[in-house]
């Protein structure tokens, strides 16, 4: 990365000018923009994989905790509380370089999913776990004095109320981990953020990492919008 | 008197140290309407709970419409959807309709298809004269038209006893008497109540029978007469004369 | 794989003794740059919090723009540009300072929804009360509102600070030497896990006391919700 930094000679031109040749070449841009897409796909892939079995995984931890199980609800608070505790790329750190040590080698890609799924299952099974307990007892006596099993219950009547009440903390939460995906840079992924530095080490020129910032913006900007009007269309009304 | 259809012998409930019935015996005669009075902590929604087995007895048994509650071969989902329950919070599903409150076990527990649920649900939201409130959400409902809507969920799997627990003391005043009403109009169909009440002016006219409790024991049960005319121990004098004051 | 080799690969005692001097020093900076960026991100977030007090279109817009901006970019992006980008300009960050512009920014954002929810928690006649009362829209603010916002949203608040702490570990990237860098440093020379296994012992045992804490508070937030 530092090699970049001394690599900015050119001719004598006004500030602005060797601004907006250093942040918006438009030669530079065209260059690398196919590559900035090909890293968004790769991006938008790894997201959509992380939020599908982060919340899968999350909600299943969060089904079998409520079977009332002792010594398998320790456990899974204790794995729960573990991947809450962890910062994400030190997990991904562990995966990526730790395991070849146990002779198995994760790619990036698959250290960076696994890593951060673990993550988002972590905090979604607390919070579904919240929106479970929750529920007033009232509804689980009402729906078992119907003749409705256990399962029955947790299916027609707490999950509903329980994920509607967890919307707006679950939507959050799943943001931010999904953002993490720009850590994958970090074990060669060439997503968004490995594809835009690569960019900048071959041109000597920022304008790839401002391509960068833009696809980020693209994917989470109207994501963020989405959050904050989840917070209010879901806000409790009482 | 006829076969009995409910006849609990002998139930006890420990909730850790604490002993909160005490041997109790209650039996209901096919028809009639039990009413169940006393201080509160006297174990009687305890006692209303353990006859569908929301509460676990600690010792006794208990026998509903022939079923042993308390063998571990019964099917309780099974034998549950012939009790009714209704409860003080009415605890209605707030995510569902009116009419998807009362057709859930229908469809669920007796399997019964969408469109026959959906008459059955409908036949029952009538009885408790809320037809016209099927599609509402139990946020747009007065309490006094969610209890209606609780007890239409319950008589919807045409249970052959209805347990109610203290099914009006949540209401404002002015919509206890439509409770009652419906209430009323069940009894008079022939259904089997136990109802945990202090609404006495409803026991006076539509109880066969009044349970007084106290400290986890039936202290004294007669006819709604003999109770309220002349109860024959001093704490049911107590209570009935502090029930009347307020 | 046995046991044994496993517990030479990733808990290797003799390892994990060699390298602890300089996971210590990591730990050391890991606690230094948490000492830093948590107070720049909760300036941040209040200088943020108070400027959504106004109700003018003309700064209610740009705000929310820059923090949903800030909410969107990755903060690694956000650390990235800043320490291989702003050279190009001409403008040569240390790495602490690369961290610092970055985390406030970011961080500054986040906290700063935070506490706009929190004052908007508080209500309106609080405000009217101790105005009332003779105290300026400043004073009312400090000592009024501002300690009931921060009550109200105390759990985000805290589970904020945990992510803030946690994301430091995203310096190791511009080579700052915190724990994990320090770690994968002693993991590279001995290619051996152990370090990497001891400094997420490290973080998890510092920080599960917070986590334990928070979900605590957030059962009872989601509940008090109903």
Not at chain 2, 59 to 76: F, K, W
Request: glycine fraction near 8%; hydrophobic fraction near 50%.
């Amino acid at each position: 990365m530092r090699e970049a930094r001394s690599a900015r000679e050119g001719p004598a031109v006004t500030a602005w000018e060797r601004f907006a040749d250093s942040f918006f070449n438009a030669r530079v841009a065209a260059e690398y923009l196919p590559k900035i897409v090909d890293g968004f796909w790769l991006t938008v892939t790894l997201a959509l994989g992380i939020v599908a079995t982060g919340l899968a995984a999350g909600l299943a931890l969060a089904l079998v905790r409520s079977l009332g199980l002792r010594p398998l609800n320790w456990l899974i608070v204790f794995v729960v509380d573990l991947f809450r505790a962890l910062p994400p790329l030190v997990v991904i750190a562990l995966l990526f370089f730790g395991l070849p040590a146990a002779g198995m080698q994760l790619s990036g890609f698959a250290s960076t999913w696994l890593a951060l799924s673990l993550v988002l299952m972590a905090f979604a099974e607390e919070i579904f776990w919240a929106g479970i307990t929750s529920v007033p007892k009232g509804q689980w006596e009402a729906a078992r004095s119907t003749g409705l099993t256990f399962l029955q219950t947790l299916r027609f009547v707490v999950l509903p109320q329980a994920v509607r009440l967890t919307i707006p903390p679950l939507t959050n939460r799943t943001i931010a981990i999904t953002k993490g995906t720009a850590l994958a840079s970090v074990v060669a992924v060439q997503e968004i953020l490995g594809a835009a530095h690569a960019g900048v080490s071959f041109s000597f020129n920022p304008t790839p990492l401002t391509l960068g910032a833009l696809a980020y913006l693209v994917l989470f900007l109207p994501v963020v919008v989405f959050g904050r009007w989840v917070e209010t269309r879901f806000a409790w009304r009482r | 008197m006829t076969r009995p259809i409910i006849e609990a012998r002998g139930v006890h409930k420990h909730f850790g140290a604490l002993h909160v019935l005490k041997g109790v015996d209650l039996v209901v005669a096919e028809r009639e309407l039990v009413f169940v009075i006393g201080p509160s902590g006297s174990g009687k929604s305890t006692l209303l709970r353990c006859l569908n087995r929301l509460e676990e007895p600690s010792a006794g048994s208990i026998v509903v419409d022939g079923i042993d509650l308390l063998d571990r071969r019964t099917d309780i989902n099974a034998a549950r959807r012939r009790i009714g329950m209704v409860f003080q919070g009415f605890n209605l599903y707030p995510h569902m309709t009116a009419l998807g409150n009362v057709t859930l076990a229908l469809r669920k527990v007796l399997g019964l298809p969408r469109a026959e649920a959906e008459a059955r649900g409908r036949a029952a939201l009538e009885r408790v004269h809320l037809a016209d409130r099927a599609d509402h959400y139990p946020g747009q409902l007065s309490g006094g038209q969610q209890q209606r809507v609780a007890i239409a969920r319950a008589i919807a799997l045409e249970p052959r006893v209805m347990l109610f627990d203290e099914p009006t003391s949540a209401l404002d005043p002015e919509l206890v008497g439509g409770v009652l009403a419906v209430m009323r109009e069940l009894r008079e169909d022939g259904m089997t109540m136990v109802v945990v009440s202090h609404e006495m002016g409803f026991a006076r006219a539509a109880a066969d029978r009044v349970l007084f409790m106290a400290d986890g024991m039936v202290v004294e049960e007669g006819t709604p007469g003999e109770i309220f005319g002349a109860p024959r121990h001093e704490r049911t004098r107590t209570f009935i004369s502090q029930i009347e004051r307020t | 794989m046995g046991w044994e080799d496993f517990a030479a690969a990733f808990l290797n005692l003799a390892i994990m003794r060699e390298a602890s001097p300089i996971l210590v020093q990591g730990l050391v900076q890991t606690i230094l740059l948490s000492l830093l960026v948590v107070p720049l991100g909760l300036i941040g977030g209040t200088a943020l919090a108070l400027l959504s007090t106004v109700r003018h279109p003309l700064v209610r817009w740009p705000l929310m723009a820059w923090v949903d901006v800030f909410r969107a970019l990755p903060p690694l992006v956000l650390l990235v540009f800043l320490y291989a980008g702003l050279p190009f300009a001409g403008l040569e960050l240390p790495a602490w300072g690369a961290v610092a512009i970055g985390f406030f920014l970011n961080t500054g954002a986040y906290y700063g929804e935070i506490l706009r929810a929190g004052i908007e928690s508080v209500p309106r006649e609080q405000m009217e009360a101790a105005r009332s009362t003779g105290l300026t829209g400043g004073q009312a603010m400090a000592y009024v509102v501002l300690p009931q916002a921060v009550r109200n949203v105390l759990p985000d608040l805290i589970s904020n600070t945990l992510e803030v702490v946690k994301l430091t570990s995203i310096a190791s990237v511009v080579a700052l030497p915190e724990l994990l860098y320090q770690a994968r440093q002693a993991q590279s020379v001995t290619y051996n896990a152990s370090p990497i296994v001891a400094a997420a012992a490290v973080y998890s045992v510092l920080l599960w006391p917070v986590v334990r804490l928070l979900s605590r508070l957030e059962n009872r937030q989601l509940a008090a919700r109903r």
